[in-house]
């Protein structure tokens, strides 16, 4: 193959035959092609997009790029939800656990924070001793052992992500739907799923900005994730507001544990019972969506949802039950009265990182005791003066930006906003 003729034909708005492009991944993994030759392409897919035959092509190329998860000797159907990625979004915490004691394998592989978004991975490190670089055998133990795990991907398991990923981050080349589309199903197809649900964010604090991006994103993913036999459906969820109070890392384990134990914050345990449903009811589980809810509903009364996620824990060398500490505490308060009517995800989840609670370069460490308690939402009133967030480390590391502004208050009260959006 000729790289710069490959190239040209994309750059041109020309499609490749699904074996071209498995040819030109191979070689890129192999060293053949190189980054200068590779960011090109990526940018002729960002400005020209993909054929649906194009993006399962690529998906293809990219799970055989390395090995997959083997099924055990469970016969359990074999399920994952993926988020694309929100502020305060902890909804895989309780939900793995909830899907394990409902009946359903559940071998999550999930990744660590993007952008203002958190990363699942990053959070549970912040329970100690918890491992998140497993490797194959050990997800097989602790998947038969407890029935959910959530670890990284393995290192052998899709290099032709891991180098590609790197490599859209700096070429600005991320949110091309047909190159995320690839991206995230290339590591949920190789676990060897039954049934996928997505839960793709829209608003501020996500990706996909706009309802119409977000749908576009679901709807590839859909339809590339079915062409693999895989039961796949999405949700849109809004990200216009942080997913519960807490944004951060401890903090955020210790919201998911009250959520499992009943305490939760109405819209995560709402997001995680509708994406719950969606599997449950995929896999024959439970015959529809009430019944799905009544039964994951149930875990949590019962305490089966939290005992399993400490027997998950400790199966990953970790002790859930060990303190979490969390940094100093101070409060922002609302400067006048009136309605809250925004509040922007995405500055406070660049103001976590900002205290310490993400990277800013690859390989910085996270300071877990850190992040922020949002304690009002959208459509709440505030009198001033009352507190509207609780922060959680040094407030000089946030000299550039008052917290306050970040949550709009007006004079009358906004129309309401659906959690899932249609
Ligand atoms: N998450 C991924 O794994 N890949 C993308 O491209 C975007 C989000």
Not at 71 to 83: A, C, E, I, Q
Not at 184 to 205: H, P, Q, R
Not at 221 to 230: E, I, N, S
Not at 270 to 288: F, P, R, S
Request: glycine share 12%; net charge negative.
């Amino acid at each position: 193959m000729n790289p710069v003729v490959f190239i040209a034909a994309k750059r041109d708005g020309g499609a490749h035959t699904a074996g071209e492009i498995a040819a030109w991944i191979e070689a890129y993994v192999a060293g053949r092609i190189g980054d200068e030759q590779m960011a090109a392409w990526a940018m002729a897919v960002y400005l020209n997009g993909m054929t649906p035959e194009e993006t399962a092509a690529l998906t293809a190329a990219m799970i055989d790029s390395g090995s997959r998860l083997q099924r055990g000797v469970s016969t359990r159907p074999r399920v994952d939800k993926h988020s694309t990625g929100g502020v305060g979004d902890k909804v895989s915490i309780l939900l793995a656990p909830l899907l394990a004691c409902s009946g359903l394998d559940v071998p999550m592989l999930s990744g660590r924070g993007l952008g203002a978004t958190g990363g699942t991975l990053d959070k549970l490190e912040s329970i100690r001793g918890f491992r998140t670089d497993l490797d194959a055998a050990e997800i097989d133990r602790v998947l038969s052992e407890v029935g959910c795990v959530i670890t990284g991907t393995t290192l052998d398991m899709v290099p032709a992500d891991r180098k590609l990923y790197a490599l859209r981050d700096v070429t600005g080349t991320v949110s091309s739907i047909p190159l995320i589309t690839a991206s995230i199903l290339s590591k949920k197809m190789a676990e060897d799923l039954d049934a996928l649900v997505f839960d793709v964010k829209c608003g501020g604090g996500s990706f996909m900005q706009t309802p119409e991006r977000a749908r576009a994103l679901a709807d590839s993913l859909v339809a590339v994730g079915r062409t693999y036999g895989v039961a796949t459906s999405a949700l849109l969820t809004d990200m216009d507001q942080p997913l519960g109070r807490m944004i951060g890392h401890a903090n955020e384990i210790d919201e998911s544990v009250a959520a499992l134990e009943g305490r939760g914050p109405q819209d995560l345990i709402e997001v995680t019972l509708a994406l719950g449903a969606e599997l449950l009811v995929a896999t024959g589980v439970a015959a529809d969506e009430a019944a799905a809810r009544g039964l994951l509903q149930d875990e949590i009364d019962s305490g089966a949802g939290r005992e399993t996620l400490a027997r998950m824990v400790a199966a990953q060398g970790g002790d859930l039950e060990a303190p979490r500490p969390l940094a100093a505490v101070s409060e922002v308060a609302a400067a006048e009265a009136g309605w809250v009517v925004a509040i922007d995800a995405k500055a406070l989840g660049l103001a976590a990182i900002d205290l310490g609670g993400g990277r800013k370069r690859q390989g910085d460490r996270i300071d877990h005791s850190v992040g922020l308690e949002i304690l009002v939402r959208r459509g709440d009133q505030v009198e001033s003066g009352q507190p509207l967030m609780r922060v959680f480390g040094e407030r000089e590391l946030l000299a550039e930006l008052d917290l306050a502004q970040t949550v709009q208050i007006a004079a009358d009260a906004p129309p309401p906003r659906p959690l899932i959006l249609i």
